[in-house]
């Protein structure tokens, strides 16, 4: 598999057993696109276990049971128990009453901060 992507600039090819954070999402930029074949599918249960057994290869490594066991998050939040204990959404909620003025630029807002400015 090396051999047929190395002369392809801008792919990287990286073995199950050494790979990284900094390889899968580098910068912190996640959306890479990685293409896994079926035998590192198969090693990766041997290198970190599962939810029933631990991995083979990390020494004792085991992977933690997943919190949710149901994933339609929309479904839980718009059932009727959420919704029966939540308070209601506020309505006509004013985020500032009154707009902050440029003393710079309104002389009205400067008199207020400096009363000597009137005398110029």
Not at 63 to 69: A, E, N, Q, T
């Given at each position: 598999m090396v051999n047929a992507f190395r002369n392809i600039?801008?792919?990287?090819?990286?073995?199950?057993?050494?790979?990284?954070?900094?390889?899968?999402?580098?910068?912190?930029?996640?959306?890479?696109?990685?293409?896994?074949?079926?035998s590192a599918f198969s090693q990766l249960d041997t290198l970190f276990g599962n939810q029933s057994k631990v991995g083979f290869l990390?020494?004792?490594?085991?992977?933690?049971?997943?919190?949710?066991?149901?994933?339609?998050l929309a479904r839980i939040i718009n059932s009727n128990e959420v919704q029966s204990v939540i308070r209601p959404a506020k309505k006509n909620v004013v985020a500032h009453e009154v707009q902050k003025k440029n003393p710079l630029k309104n002389r009205k807002a400067m008199e207020r901060l400096n009363p000597n400015e009137a005398i110029r």
């Open positions: 600039p801008g792919v990287d090819v990286c073995n199950v057993t050494r790979m990284n954070l900094l390889q899968l999402a580098p910068g912190g930029q996640l959306g890479r696109m990685v293409i896994w074949t079926q990390k020494k004792g490594y085991q992977l933690h049971r997943p919190c949710m066991s149901n994933g339609d």
